[in-house]
């Protein structure tokens, strides 16, 4: 906070749009080292005309709209009037991560930063004070991007993503490193629905709303999984997808890049091959996901195909070959051979195990963390760990509007 703000912080004065004294209260407080709260009922002309007496001495520092308990609909009116009616207004929302609804609410209403009443008060003064200083946010990280493609539907590309997405987010939590999944295959919401996650932003909403994304809103709009996985996903009317452009997924995973050092994107039975290809262009690593049936293989040599018909490096290809039998030819190296791709993995068959695990609506890396399905994740892990290390040290951050990336041949690669 600059020494400037510091000193006229107590001439700051708030109007808070609530129907909850107990808000009101707690939110004087909290605030009151930066300016004086003036609280007014949940209704847009009263709000307005609080706003409009004010203006004549001085426009309010900050609007703040109450979203909690069920007002989400009026709170929300209340946003849309003063974006109207005083453009330059700045607009906080109040409510609690309790009540998930209330924050997305106040995300599709335009409001991007939020306070959480049942949080802490020093977050809550440091929100505004950031606001009052107009402060941007640094881009802090320059994420990796791995694209996990099947050769065909059912060859476990969305288990892979899930426990894989959520190994990295548990390891890195320690670190600060967050990790990102997007649930892009079909069925869609296969993988939300692994995860048990709770509701947040779909794909299409992220899209939208692009030029949004900040720490808050990312915090606050995309879902959790227990690990600390965020989630997006797929909604449950594709028919929504035709709103979305091929330049606007990727660049969405562009932004995202500024927030999650790793993301998973999801792409296990997508059908439309281009958007799969603009995708699997813009990532650092395309991971051919096949399984050891023929029937697979040949459809991984389509879909590698089709992949370098779209414009991706083959160098950036790499194979993982799922549900291993020891027993059943062919085996790995020949598969491999066969399609001219690195192996990047092995993973053996543990369906029955998976499947007893998902059954419970959990994850096998907490139910059996030595599986060997486990282990073998463990070690793709390690890989992109190693790999996002090594970018950080040797190469510089690449601008947002560069879809197109730069990958090591992954021969070069342990």
Known sequence: MSGERAAAGAADSFVFASASEANARWLARALAAAGRVETVGLEAPLVAQRIAANIAQQMP?????????????????????????????QVI????????ESALAALRAGVRDFIDVAGDAGEALRIVRQVLDNRIEPVSRH?????????????????????????LARGGAAHNRHT??????????DGALMLNAQEGFGFVDAVRNLRRF???FVHTALARHASGLALTTLPADLGALREVSYQAAVALLARLRAFFDQQIVDLGGFSNAEFVAQIAQSADRVWLVCDQNVASIVAAARQLDALRDGGVETANIRLVLNQHEAGLDPAPAQIAGRLELELAAVLPARRLALCQAANRAE???????????????????AQLDGEHA?????????????????????????
């Open 93 to 100: 929302a109040v409510g609690t991560l309790a009540e998930p």
């Open 61 to 89: 520092s900050l609007l703040l709209v109450d979203f909690s308990h069920g007002h989400a609909a009026g709170a929300s009116a209340v946003a849309a009037a003063a974006h109207a009616s005083f453009a330059g207004l």
């Open 363 to 381: 994850l096998l890396i907490d139910t059996a963390p030595r599986d060997p399905y486990v282990r073998a994740l463990e070690a793709l892990a």
């Open 180 to 189: 990102a999944l997007l649930d892009l295959g079909l069925p869609a919401g």
């Open 390 to 414: 090594a970018a950080r040290v040797h190469k510089g951050p690449k601008p947002l509007d560069a879809l197109k990336r730069f990958f090591p041949p992954s021969s070069k690669r342990s």
């Open 143 to 167: 994420g990796r991007l791995t694209a996990l493609v099947g050769a065909r539907a059912g060859v476990g590309v969305t288990t892979l993503a899930v426990h894989l997405g959520a190994l």
């Open 214 to 216: 900040d720490q808050t």
